[in-house]
């Protein structure tokens, strides 16, 4: 019986044991290599490596809070923020590129050279000045992958620029300040610089209440510089600025800007200030400079003095319309009362030294105080005014607000000039009576006139209500509580002589002003060479209130140097016209009784 073969197990060398054994570990040598650098890659390095990843195609872009507007009481805009657009290259990705020919699934070739010349077009610039833009920055760096092109276009050419479907441009946000009303409160809103930085006016006094904070994001890009869609992410949030809302109304303004134009190049003044001023709050209602100046085209204003508001900033001795604030004083410290009289000289020399002396020739005459100021007696009001000490009459302008700043918000405002009362010599103890000696704006002229008109309350000039913000709170307002300077007897009698003074001024027939009781003063002034010296030249103004039997308005007129008409016959009519429009505008009642009639010499 033959026996089955038994299979034998092959025979392996020791050799080929070996071999195995060894690839086995370096497989496992490799794969621990592996292992360890993946460690290192996703948990050791993984939060650098990440950022190193997303630094290599991320970017970071300004997202620009909008600057607050500058807005009227009664919500017209006078200076806001609109987007515009800065379009940027890429340097380093510019070349040639495809673009769908429309209508058609087939796509045309368009060289650089052509496509800066499409989009210089509709910028303003040359094809050559684009392309040269994109090699100046890759000379400077052969990877730049940043410059402009052009900055602060608007919607309109953004489309037209969006529609080349150039791939290396890229459009930024950029809020820029326009003017909407132009030159109407330009002098008061001010401007911005071409970066946004306030300058001038209201845009610089009330920067805080405007300004904005910029914010940031960051987006992807490809490996062709193309923004990826939907990557944006905000690091940073924006805020946007308040409105400030002033006290100004925008037609008024527009009206007495137009008026005070007309009259100061009819009489060839060098510049000239109109301000109109509620008289029973202190808020101003308008307040005009000529030459104005449009915030929208500051370079068109060649001077630089005529891109902000003298009526803030440039203060000048005011002559006559100051004598009714000697003479409220008077009056209210209870020396003098309406019946006194004075002897007033031509030429008065008080045994101080002083030598004072009227504008024209005349006998030695009784005055009342109601003669003084129809007549603008500077000899008259010098005797007045000596009835008073040197410190009452100090104390009683510093009451009225001379010689500081009325506090409006405006910037750089100017407080005037008035030393101390022991620093006076001979000639300013006197000079100060009747408007020389001391300076003051037109503000502080118009504040004086408001105060005698609301029964002897000085309330703050008041030319911004405050910062609105988003939610419609508002911050800022002003203290509206007033100081009371004379008693109320005092500023009656003082508006009585004023309304006097309207009755039979040689004025009268510019100033007229039917179916109202008015009371005012003209003045007329020498103006400073700035060597301590006087120009030939006057400053020529009038200041008032209407109605003079309830007092709602008060109007100041000043006129710088007018070579044509150098007497208060140049400012006369402006006072009649923006009065008129005044009280026709806010339906003021017309006055009932009849102007008292003072006790004068006449």
Known sequence: MSQKAVPTRPHTSRSARRRVAGTVVVLFLVMSVFVVKLVDIQV???????????????????????????????????????????????????????????????????????????????????????????????????????????KQVDVDALRAINELDIPWLYPRTNPSRVYPNGAVAGNLVGFVSGEGEPQAGLESGQDACLASQNGTETYQKGADGVRIPGSSVTTAQSVDGGDVVTTIDSDLQFFVQQTLAARAQETGAAWGTAVVQDAKTGKLLAVADYPS??????????????????????????????????????????????????????????????????????????????????????????????????????????????????GSGFPREDGGILHPYEEWDAQTEYATMFGQGLTTTALQIASIYQTIANDGVRMPVQLVEGCRHADGSM?????????????????????????MVYNNSWV???????????????????????????????????????????????????????????????????????????????????????????????
């Open 475 to 499: 911050t800022g307002q002003p203290n509206a509580e007033g100081t009371r300077v004379l008693s109320e007897t005092a500023a009656n009698e003082t508006s009585d002589v004023l309304e």
């Open 293 to 406: 100046v449009d915030p929208n085209n500051v370079g068109g204003t060649a001077d630089p003095d005529d891109r902000g508001s003298r009526a803030f900033t440039a203060s000048f001795e005011p002559g006559s319309t100051f004598k009714a604030l000697t003479a409220a004083s008077v009056l209210d410290a209870g020396v003098a009362d309406l019946n006194t009289d004075v002897l007033a000289p031509y030429r008065y020399l008080p045994s101080n030294g002083a030598n004072i002396n009227d504008s024209h020739q005349h006998p030695d005459q009784q005055m009342t105080m109601s003669d003084v100021l129809i007549d603008s007696s500077n000899t008259g009001m010098s005797k007045f005014g000596e009835m008073l000490t040197d410190q009452q009459r100090y104390d009683y302008m510093t009451k009225f607000g001379v010689g500081t700043s009325t």
């Open 44 to 150: 050791v390095r993984a939060e650098a490596l990440t950022a190193d990843s997303v630094g290599n195609r991320s970017v970071d872009q300004v997202v620009y809070g909008t600057r607050g507007g500058i807005v009227t009481e009664g919500g017209v805009v006078l200076a806001e923020s609109v987007m515009r657009y800065d379009i940027t290259v890429s340097p380093k990705n510019v070349g040639e590129f495809t673009r769908a020919v429309p209508g058609s699934d087939e796509r045309t070739p368009v060289t650089v050279a052509q496509a800066a010349a499409e989009l210089g077009t509709i910028t303003g610039q040359s094809g050559d000045a684009i392309q040269l833009i994109i090699s100046d920055a890759l000379a400077a760096n052969s990877e730049s992958d940043f410059a402009y092109i052009v």
């Open 508 to 602: 009268h027939s510019m100033w007229n002003i039917p179916g109202y009781r008015v009371a005012s003063k003209t003045g007329t002034a020498q103006m400073p060479d700035g060597n301590g010296g006087y120009t030939k030249g006057y400053l020529v103004s009038v200041s008032g209130f209407a109605p003079a039997d309830d007092p709602r308005y008060v109007v100041s007129v000043s006129l710088a140097d007018p070579v044509k008409l150098n007497t208060s016959a140049a400012p006369a009519p402006i006072f009649q016209e923006v009065m008129s429009q005044v009280l026709k505008k806010y339906r003021a009642v017309p006055s009932g009784d009849p102007a008292p009639v003072l006790p004068t010499s006449r």
